[in-house]
Protein backbone atom coordinates (compact mmCIF):
# COMPACT_ATOMS: atom_id res chain seq x y z
CA UNK A 1 0.00 0.00 0.00
CA UNK A 2 1.34 3.15 -0.81
CA UNK A 3 1.79 6.13 1.29
CA UNK A 4 -0.99 8.17 -0.22
CA UNK A 5 -3.35 5.53 -0.36
CA UNK A 6 -2.71 5.03 4.01
CA UNK A 7 -3.18 8.86 4.41
CA UNK A 8 -6.24 8.89 1.96
CA UNK A 9 -7.76 6.10 3.93
CA UNK A 10 -6.81 7.88 7.63
CA UNK A 11 -8.48 10.96 6.58
CA UNK A 12 -11.95 8.69 5.21
CA UNK A 13 -11.59 6.82 9.05
CA UNK A 14 -11.58 10.50 10.29
CA UNK A 15 -14.20 11.96 8.31
CA UNK A 16 -16.59 8.59 9.10
CA UNK A 17 -15.74 8.89 12.96
CA UNK A 18 -16.91 12.52 12.69
CA UNK A 19 -20.07 11.70 11.23
CA UNK A 20 -20.76 9.25 13.58
CA UNK A 21 -19.92 11.89 16.54
CA UNK A 22 -21.95 14.41 14.88
CA UNK A 23 -24.89 11.99 15.09
CA UNK A 24 -25.01 10.71 18.51
CA UNK A 25 -27.69 12.19 20.71
CA UNK A 26 -26.76 14.34 23.27
CA UNK A 27 -28.00 13.71 26.82
CA UNK A 28 -30.67 16.43 28.62
CA UNK A 29 -29.89 18.65 30.65
CA UNK A 30 -30.74 18.00 34.45
CA UNK A 31 -33.34 20.16 35.52
CA UNK A 32 -32.50 23.43 37.40
CA UNK A 33 -28.59 23.18 35.86
CA UNK A 34 -28.77 26.58 34.26
CA UNK A 35 -30.27 28.38 37.11
CA UNK A 36 -27.69 26.74 39.78
CA UNK A 37 -24.67 28.06 37.28
CA UNK A 38 -26.10 31.80 37.03
CA UNK A 39 -26.44 31.55 40.76
CA UNK A 40 -23.21 30.56 41.65
CA UNK A 41 -21.77 33.87 39.66
CA UNK A 42 -20.98 36.43 42.04
CA UNK A 43 -22.75 39.73 41.80
CA UNK A 44 -19.91 42.22 42.52
CA UNK A 45 -16.24 41.31 41.47
CA UNK A 46 -13.97 40.12 45.03
CA UNK A 47 -10.49 40.95 44.03
CA UNK A 48 -9.87 44.39 42.20
CA UNK A 49 -7.62 44.52 39.11
CA UNK A 50 -6.27 48.16 40.08
CA UNK A 51 -4.38 46.54 43.05
CA UNK A 52 -2.52 44.15 41.44
CA UNK A 53 -0.59 46.46 38.94
CA UNK A 54 2.80 47.02 41.17
CA UNK A 55 2.79 50.75 41.98
CA UNK A 56 6.33 51.14 40.53
CA UNK A 57 4.82 49.99 37.16
CA UNK A 58 1.93 52.10 37.58
CA UNK A 59 4.42 55.07 38.12
CA UNK A 60 6.63 53.83 35.13
CA UNK A 61 3.70 54.13 32.90
CA UNK A 62 2.82 57.36 34.04
CA UNK A 63 6.23 58.54 33.94
CA UNK A 64 6.18 57.46 29.97
CA UNK A 65 2.98 58.95 29.50
CA UNK A 66 4.09 62.00 30.30
CA UNK A 67 7.52 61.81 28.00
CA UNK A 68 5.16 61.22 25.30
CA UNK A 69 3.31 64.16 25.73
CA UNK A 70 6.23 65.93 25.77
CA UNK A 71 7.94 64.47 22.89
CA UNK A 72 4.86 64.67 21.00
CA UNK A 73 4.35 69.07 22.68
CA UNK A 74 8.02 69.74 21.63
CA UNK A 75 7.56 68.14 17.90
CA UNK A 76 4.58 70.04 17.51
CA UNK A 77 5.99 73.30 18.73
CA UNK A 78 8.84 72.96 16.15
CA UNK A 79 6.48 71.99 13.20
CA UNK A 80 4.92 75.47 14.12
CA UNK A 81 8.18 77.90 13.72
CA UNK A 82 8.92 78.41 10.10
CA UNK A 83 11.03 76.11 8.19
CA UNK A 84 14.29 78.40 7.85
CA UNK A 85 14.02 78.86 11.94
CA UNK A 86 14.00 75.26 12.51
CA UNK A 87 16.85 74.74 9.99
CA UNK A 88 19.16 77.35 11.54
CA UNK A 89 18.40 76.42 15.80
CA UNK A 90 19.01 72.61 14.66
CA UNK A 91 22.83 73.36 13.48
CA UNK A 92 21.84 71.89 10.25
CA UNK A 93 21.89 75.02 7.61
CA UNK A 94 24.66 74.79 5.12
CA UNK A 95 24.68 78.59 4.15
CA UNK A 96 26.53 78.99 0.96
CA UNK A 97 26.01 82.77 0.67
CA UNK A 98 28.78 85.16 -0.06
CA UNK A 99 28.28 86.96 3.35
CA UNK A 100 28.73 83.83 5.13
CA UNK A 101 31.80 82.65 3.61
CA UNK A 102 33.20 86.02 4.19
CA UNK A 103 32.44 86.24 7.98
CA UNK A 104 33.32 82.56 8.33
CA UNK A 105 36.97 83.02 6.70
CA UNK A 106 37.44 86.14 8.93
CA UNK A 107 36.52 84.53 12.23
CA UNK A 108 38.70 81.74 11.73
CA UNK A 109 42.13 82.31 13.18
CA UNK A 110 44.05 79.29 12.12
CA UNK A 111 47.04 79.07 14.07
CA UNK A 112 49.80 76.57 13.78
CA UNK A 113 50.37 73.75 16.27
CA UNK A 114 53.74 73.57 18.07
CA UNK A 115 54.53 70.46 18.78
CA UNK A 116 56.81 71.37 21.45
CA UNK A 117 53.56 72.96 23.27
CA UNK A 118 51.55 69.74 23.60
CA UNK A 119 53.40 67.64 25.60
CA UNK A 120 54.53 68.83 29.45
CA UNK A 121 58.08 69.76 29.50
CA UNK A 122 60.64 67.53 30.65
CA UNK A 123 62.77 68.03 33.97
CA UNK A 124 65.77 69.33 33.68
CA UNK A 125 68.28 66.16 32.92
CA UNK A 126 71.81 66.76 34.24
Same mark, same amino acid.
Given at each position: ?? +? ?8 ? #?? +?? *?E #????? @???? %? *???? $????? @????? +???? @? ?6 ? %? ?8 A ?10 ? *????? *??? #??? @????G ?10 L????? $? ?18
Amino acid at each position: MS +EKDSSAKEKH #DL +EA *LE #DALRR @VRRP %P *LPDG $LEARL @VAAIP +ETRT @VSTHRHIA %PLARWGAIAAAAFGALVLGGA *LILRS *LPA #DTR @VKRAGLLNDTSADHILNASIN $LKIKETNTCDILAPMPNWQ
